[in-house]
């Protein structure tokens, strides 16, 4: 038997130069008006870029922070030859970009990835050296992701069939890792193969990454897709217009808990009480065994104008507290299966001793 197509990702979404010395993100606040480059070489404008989710999702924050991380190696390495404290350099950028977003694991992980790798290993090795195998490390994790995608595209295929109307919320596509992404891997695997499979992208307010990012990635594809208010999402499951909801993940807790976009919980909720399955698909960098449960992940509070403005308008009176959790946590039974690039978990969920 043929190994099952998968295809090629979509879009590129974060890369370092081969030399290292300069990360390349596409702005994916500008999508899908523009498609536009930016091209970072210090730790202001990584962090900024991250924070202001510039490059976003999971997987794709981590890549960008790891190979941020070497980039920031590689001109520490020349700063240190005319005095500069490399090591400081490299513990005090690690420490800004772990903080940029706190619930997404994948993106400390790099960054302690990349971080280790530039430790001395030999009293007389040049910095040079060091930024060598940093920069190694982070196409590494870069190309480690891509893989785990593909990997998730095929397992979770198998709960894609001909004709299937599947929903999904924020975006968990190409735009979102260094790869076809983690939630649309299978939709891609399935179209490539020529199944018929039509997407619902939920909005995802407040700042619309499905209605802007799955959407534009799903039409450049050729995968047919129709955005809904994330209001709309219950009533296409009581209508028999959803056949699977697959999401992604920002966390996944030991016990099976799931942090990921703010909204993805109701949805849960509305496919449990209609009897459609729902799904995460995820690589192994997002499971923390270390997590017991959902209670200890820690969600990430956004400003208030996120709510507060659409673009320049003001639409909730200035004075009227607004509450912006980035992301929300579906409990473990709520979840049908999680597809990782290892395979397909089926409940009781147990991931303590999960290889990450
Ligand atoms: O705030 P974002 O856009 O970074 O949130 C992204 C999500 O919630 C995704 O679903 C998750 O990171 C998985 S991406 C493969």
């Known amino acids: 038997m043929s190994a099952p ?4 990702p979509p879009v590129t979404v974060v890369d370092i130069s081969p030399a290292g010395d300069t990360l390349r993100i596409l702005d994916q606040t500008r999508l899908p008006g523009e498609e536009c480059y930016l091209e970072l070489r210090d730790i202001g404008r990584m962090v900024e870029a991250i924070r202001s989710l510039r490059v976003r999702g ?5 890549v960008a922070a790891g190979c941020g ?8 390495a020349i700063a240190a030859r005319v005095g500069a404290d490399f090591d400081a350099i490299l513990m005090e950028s690690a420490d ?5 977003r706190p619930t997404a694991v994948n993106l400390a992980r790099a960054v302690d990835r990349v971080l280790a790798a530039g430790m001395i290993r030999d009293a007389r090795e040049p910095y040079a050296v060091r930024a060598r195998r940093m920069r190694d490390e982070a196409i590494a994790i870069r190309d480690e992701d891509r893989a785990m995608c593909d990997a998730i595209g095929r ?23 260094a790869g076809i992404g983690t939630a649309l891997a299978p939709i891609y695997v399935a179209h490539a193969r020529g199944q018929q499979v039509h997407v619902w992208a939920d909005e995802t307010r407040p700042l619309l990454q ?13 995968v047919p897709v129709t955005v809904c208010s994330d209001g709309m999402a219950a009533t296409l499951m009581r209508e028999g217009a959803v056949d699977l909801v697959i999401v992604g993940a920002d966390r996944i807790a030991a016990n099976g808990d799931v942090a990921n976009k703010i909204g993805t919980y109701g949805v849960a909720v509305a496919a449990r009480h209609h009897g459609i399955p729902f799904v995460v698909a995820a690589p192994r960098t ?23 403005r659409l673009g320049d308008r003001l639409v909730i009176p200035e004075a009227v507290p607004v509450h912006n959790p980035a992301f929300d946590v579906t ?7 999680i597809v990782t690039d290892v395979g397909v978990h089926h409940p009781p969920y147990d991931f303590r001793d999960f290889p990450t």
């Open 5 to 8: 197509l998968v295809p090629p």
């Open 155 to 177: 397992h979770g295929a198998t709960f894609v069939r001909d004709g299937m109307r599947v929903l999904t919320h924020c975006n968990a596509g190409a735009l979102a890792t």
């Open 58 to 62: 999971a997987p794709a924050i981590g």
């Open 96 to 100: 800004d970009l772990r903080r940029t």
């Open 286 to 308: 997002t499971i923390d065994r270390h997590c017991a449960s959902g209670h200890a992940i820690r969600i990430e509070q956004r400003s208030p104008d996120e709510l507060r």
């Open 210 to 222: 499905g209605a802007r990012l799955t959407a534009w990635e799903l039409q450049r594809a050729g």
């Open 69 to 76: 991380m070497a980039v920031l190696g590689y001109h520490g």
């Open 331 to 337: 409990p473990f039974p709520l979840v049908t299966a």
